[in-house]
């Protein structure tokens, strides 16, 4: 059985996760080649079995599935250059955001099969959530096998294509805004003189349990929130100044002004 070859063009954070994550799943199936315009990140990729690429154009001429892990703001220059090695059999997986099917066809071929995807950087733990979506092009088997190939470094979850601009706020750069969100509170820990590295610790653990309380628990968010809020007590007290803060809608803005920037990136 001959091995299904999958192409990177680009292997950055991202990149980088997704081939660790298919190394990881030791899928003896599955053939990884790879072409970045930093040698020395294609030199540490070899000991995960990739084969290193002189171009893009290798990779799209030796994959049926090429994976686009590029920045938006350069993702056209790559496509212009590809555009006569994609074939029609040619899977292009972009992980860029913003970017659209119609955006992929239009620079290489209009029958294009295109698979969107929104990964996070918790992939490179094979923590990932990513988001994907396909136009009518793509087979189901050849959509099952992108889906296997993130999976092996995470959730995964499939999306309408026309909302994977607003998916972004969601799992692609919600990382960033948990992040900030963690260093007010292990800020204030210092403040009052506990330990940061305990604090850290503590703090972590928190959101860990309270993910597996909302994905695994059978509660509602309001229901978790209720279960922590004793009347009269230390929570509520903290929660009343969030409140007033207006919490949910300063996240509901950022996540507004996420989904805004992710249109201006697909003109």
């Known amino acids: 059985m001959s091995k299904i070859n999958i ?51 290798e990779v799209a001429d030796k994959c049926k599935y090429v994976v ?27 992980i860029a955001a913003g970017i659209t099917s119609e ?7 209009q029958d294009a099969k295109v698979v969107l995807v929104m990964p996070n950087t918790p992939l490179l733990l094979g923590e990932g959530a990513s988001a994907l979506s396909h136009n009518d092009t793509v087979s189901d088997e050849e959509f099952s096998f992108v889906n296997a190939v993130f999976a092996s470094c995470g959730k995964t979850a499939i999306v309408p294509i026309d909302k994977m601009k607003e998916i972004i706020a969601i799992n692609g750069s919600s990382p960033a805004f948990i992040y900030l969100f963690a260093k007010g509170f292990i800020n204030y820990a210092e403040s009052v003189g ?8 503590l703090f972590s653990q928190s959101l860990i349990g309270s993910a597996k309380m909302i994905t695994d628990s059978g509660y509602t968010i309001d229901e978790l929130i209720k279960m922590v809020s004793s009347p009269g007590g230390t929570t509520l007290a903290g929660l009343d100044r969030l409140y007033e803060g207006k919490l949910t809608d300063v996240v509901n803005n950022a996540c507004e002004s996420c989904t805004k920037r992710a249109y201006e990136l697909s003109k």
Do not use: H, W
């Not at 686009?68 to 972009?94: E, F, R």
């Not at 955006?103 to 071929?109: D, G, N, P």
């Open 7 to 57: 192409g990177f063009i680009g292997t950055g954070n991202m990149g980088f996760a997704i081939i660790k994550g298919i190394f990881n799943s030791s899928n003896p199936d599955i053939q990884i080649y790879a072409y970045d315009t930093d040698s020395e990140k294609l030199d540490k990729l070899k000991e995960f079995g990739v084969i290193p690429c002189l171009s893009e154009n």
């Open 194 to 201: 506990i330990d940061k590295a305990s604090a850290t610790d």
């Open 103 to 109: 955006f992929i066809q239009s620079k290489t071929r």
């Open 68 to 94: 686009l892990a590029v920045k938006p703001q350069v993702i056209d220059v790559v496509l212009d250059t590809i555009s006569s090695s994609v074939k029609s059999d040619t899977v292009l997986i972009s």
